[in-house]
């Protein structure tokens, strides 16, 4: 059954820690995003990448980094230079063309 | 579960009714608009979607219509059921790239 699996469902971080959400998709599609989602708002897009090797920043990358070595992986690292990481994190594909986001379940990420 | 958002805009309707759920958008070059449902504690899940040579789709008691004049998108909902409770973002293509709406909070009152 093809998807896009995200984990952990939570996650906690210490004050000064770097933490990695996981994101993970076996729809052989080429793009791959990170949003972030905070009460009240909509998404706002972090990183994306077109292709492997390759990514570009979004609207709100300060604080975090990407790597996308395999196609059908994409780690978000939260970096501890992200002073307000407490959101809920969504990781999405898309295939080739003028299609849609196909969006994994998220992870919460909260401050110990 | 957690709540997607606390103060979004809220549509309330009787079970049964029609909804209809309203979206500006920004860009007029945007080429590609994407209804979205988020539930509580999970990621969105695609809807309908149109792109800007259309002004209207239909799918399953879903239909958009887009206004290209006005820069605004709407979704309608027929016959609303229980299972419609959640957020609603509309979305726009701009360069392989969804700029999202702040989303539009839909109750079913039975």
């Known amino acids: 059954d093809g998807g896009i699996t995200q984990s952990p469902k939570y996650l906690f971080r210490k004050e000064g820690q770097n933490v990695t959400l996981s994101c993970e998709q076996n729809?052989?599609?080429?793009?791959m995003y990170w949003y972030r989602q905070d009460p009240g708002q909509g998404l706002r897009l972090i990183y994306y990448?077109?292709?492997?090797?390759?990514?570009q920043k979004g609207d709100i990358a300060e604080g975090y980094s990407v790597s996308r070595e395999k196609k059908e992986s994409f780690p978000l690292t939260v970096t501890s230079a992200q002073k307000n990481p407490t959101a809920f994190y969504l990781c999405?594909?898309?295939?080739?063309?003028?299609?849609?986001?196909?969006f994994g379940d998220g992870t919460r990420l909260s401050i110990l | 579960g957690e709540s997607v958002g606390l103060h979004l805009p809220t549509l309330s309707v009787q079970e049964g009714d029609n909804s209809i759920i309203n979206c500006a958008y920004s860009?007029?070059?945007?080429?590609?608009f994407i209804w979205y449902k988020q539930e509580s504690g999970k990621g969105p899940q695609f809807i309908i979607d149109?792109?800007?040579?259309?002004d209207k789709r239909q799918g399953q008691r879903v239909t958009v219509l887009l206004n290209k004049t006005v820069k605004h998108l709407s979704l309608q909902i027929a016959a609303t059921q229980p299972g419609d409770s959640a957020v609603y973002f509309c979305?726009?293509?701009?360069?392989?790239?969804?700029?999202f709406g702040q989303g539009t909070r839909l109750t079913i009152n039975p």
């Open positions: 999405a594909c898309r295939d080739r063309g003028i299609q849609p986001q196909h």
């Open positions: 729809l052989n599609h080429d793009a």
């Open positions: 990448s077109q292709i492997v090797n390759d990514f």
């Open positions: 860009n007029s070059a945007s080429d590609y």
């Open positions: 149109i792109r800007s040579n259309m």
């Open positions: 979305a726009e293509n701009e360069a392989q790239k969804l700029v």
